[in-house]
């Protein structure tokens, strides 16, 4: 029924926002929501979701020759599908509306290093609030492996859904053995959030994404494939992916993947298990919040969280106006003085050189992005992590 999932008392107010949104296109994070679909998250967190398992990052490393490495690199991209998409509506009963950042927040974390994977370190930063920015930077030093990227979203309303473009991309370097760098450009699916209308949202991945590496090697992440059934069966289940593999040059792939991201997915032709995220997968690590600077995510929200997990709405919303007012005054000040705020881990660049000859190899569309360089220049990790 419309409304299921609604409270009785926020009824309406679910209504109006709907309303608000279904005229609405640009940057969702600014519309006042109903606070049953608050969640106590906020967005800086989110980078997090592509660690989750570290032990399929860190075996990047170990793959033998470039073929190798892009099927490992997409077992692990397919593999933190399921975090990224699906947490809120298993931790908090559905999607919810994070945390929208302020500038310059910070989120750092840490997995330990276990069955000789090395340490994975996180650094995000909100780099820009107006429109919301995050980038991030995750490492294993001793595997010599990097992720950097930022992820930006323009939202529009079709049909019932919010359909969210990702904008950004990621990209992985892996320090080879003989001293040379592999990268792999790794671009983003379209998100739709269906379940609007019930008040229980929940995301479908949708469009083709993919993964370019310097080598030559593509894979191509298709969310919208229909899986072959039987002739009984009828209506798609959710979440089905096809993915493919090609090596430099060619478009015959040499390997095929399908199934659930999810769940688990298989290689089309020899049926052999390909990814499996039934199981458990390892949040982050991080410091204590007493520990934390005033600008860490869980220090600078945690009594608007508080308010939102204790059902609290009038301190939350109480907290999160004292925020909002103290970055009004901090834009205030530093327009007065001539400044600009200062970015602590990051340099934005306008067009990514990496993006650009990479895309170029399976017509990336833009064929030009702008990045956030991780700058190497502060405290990372954390001491306190
Ligand atoms: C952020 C980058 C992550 C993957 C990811 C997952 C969920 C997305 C989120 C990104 C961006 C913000 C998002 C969220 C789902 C809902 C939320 C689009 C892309 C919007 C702002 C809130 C909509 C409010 C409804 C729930 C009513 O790697």
Known sequence: ???????????SSWTSFVKSIVSFSGDLSSLTAPPFILSPISLTEFPAYWCERPELFAAIADAKDEKERAIAVL?????????????????LGSEKKPLNPVLGELFYGTWPDRDGRGQTNLAVEQVSHHPPIT?????????????????????????????????????????????????FLITLPRLRIDGIWYGSPYIELTGVSYIQ???????TIDYEAKEARGWLSFGGKSHFFKATVT????STPIKRIEGYWHETSKDSDSGEPFTDVRGPKEEVTVAPVEQMHEFESRKLWQHVARGIREGDYELASREKSKIENDQRQRRRDEQAAGTKWQLKHFE???SDPIYERLG??????????????????????????
Not at 1 to 11: H, I, M, N, S
Not at 84 to 90: A, D, F, V
Not at 143 to 161: M, V, Y
Not at 247 to 250: D, R
């Open 247 to 250: 090596p430099p040059g060619s």
């Open 75 to 91: 077992k692990w991209f397919i593999s933190t599908l399921k975090g990224q998409y699906t947490s809120r509506n298993e931790k």
């Open 213 to 219: 590496s310097s080598s030559g090697w593509l894979s």
């Open 360 to 385: 170029k190899l399976f017509n990336a569309n833009p064929p030009k992005e702008d990045a956030y360089v991780f700058m190497h220049n502060r405290d990372f990790p954390p001491a306190a992590a």
């Open 135 to 183: 980038a991030y930077y995750i490492s294993n030093p001793s595997k010599g492996l990097a992720l950097q990227g930022h992820s930006a979203q323009k939202t529009s309303f079709s049909s019932g859904s919010i359909v969210v473009k990702q904008i950004g991309h990621a990209v992985l370097t892996v320090d080879l053995p003989d001293g040379k760098k592999e990268e």
């Open 348 to 350: 934005h660049i306008e």
């Open 1 to 11: 029924l419309p409304g299921e999932g609604v409270p009785a008392a926020q009824k």
